[in-house]
């Protein structure tokens, strides 16, 4: 079945630092989403891409759409205490449900002050 | 606004028990879906309700079903419940639940320890 791989499963930055995560899915996708989940929280929406090499920015964050639709990465330029959480990544092969939708295992990141 | 809301927070059962769980989306959002999430694990999609129809079904046993009542408000049930089933139960909610158009809202959760 599809399967959507996220690496790395953690990552330890110095403040300051520049962090990027990666997904991977099997199959090619119609758009990808990113979450962000807090320690304790539940995710929160982060962005949507749709078409084939997409880059997409939000203040210090960059998020690509492979050429293939099958990958895509979040980079986030000099990190914050306040980016600490784990990064999810959220394949869609349909355009009308989440039923098709499958969560990568998610990125760890810890910010060392 | 509110967000959407979900209860309760917490719950302990023992292994064989039933459990329903309780979602209110976002005001004027007609779509509800349910995912497991398990500790160190991402969301995993359970079901989703438009308009109080099933629109998507995840690979979850029959032991799992849900329900979407006419003011969009949800419900999910497990029965039986198994150890395996401890997880984070996360109800998110959106306008009309196009996955490629819209944003989804994830509530709080619900979280569920088995016993």
């Known amino acids: 079945g599809q399967q959507v791989m996220q690496i790395p499963q953690y990552q330890h930055v110095q403040e300051g630092e520049d962090f990027t995560t990666y997904c991977n899915s099997s199959?090619?996708?119609?758009?990808i989403q990113w979450y962000k989940q807090r320690p304790g929280g539940h995710p929160v929406f982060l962005i949507q891409?749709?078409?084939?090499?997409e880059v997409k920015k939000q203040k210090r964050l960059t998020f690509q759409f492979g050429e293939a639709k099958k990958n895509s990465s979040l980079h986030i330029t000099a990190t914050q205490t306040t980016d600490v959480g784990t990064y999810f990544c959220?394949?869609?092969?349909?355009?009308?449900?989440?039923?098709?939708?499958?969560f990568g295992p998610g990125t760890s990141l810890s910010v060392i002050p | 606004d509110a967000g959407v809301t979900q209860s309760p927070t917490h719950l302990i059962k023992t292994r064989g028990q039933q459990v329903t769980l309780r979602c209110s989306p976002i005001?004027?959002?007609?779509?509800v879906s349910w995912y497991q999430q398990v500790l160190g694990q991402g969301p995993q999609f359970i079901f989703q309700?438009?308009?109080?129809?099933?629109?998507g079904r995840g690979n979850f046993p029959d032991r799992f079903s849900a329900r979407q009542f006419p003011n969009y408000s949800s419900e999910l049930n497990v029965n039986a419940l198994l150890l395996g089933d401890s997880a984070l139960y996360l109800c998110?909610?959106?306008?009309?639940?196009?996955?490629?158009?819209?944003?989804?809202?994830f509530g709080p959760g619900t979280r569920l320890l088995v016993l």
């Open positions: 998110a909610s959106s306008f009309a639940g196009l996955a490629g158009a819209e944003t989804q809202y």
């Open positions: 199959t090619t996708l119609s758009n």
């Open positions: 891409l749709v078409k084939s090499g």
């Open positions: 959220a394949g869609l092969t349909s355009k009308t449900s989440y039923d098709k939708v499958i």
């Open positions: 005001s004027g959002h007609k779509s």
């Open positions: 309700y438009y308009e109080k129809e099933e629109r």
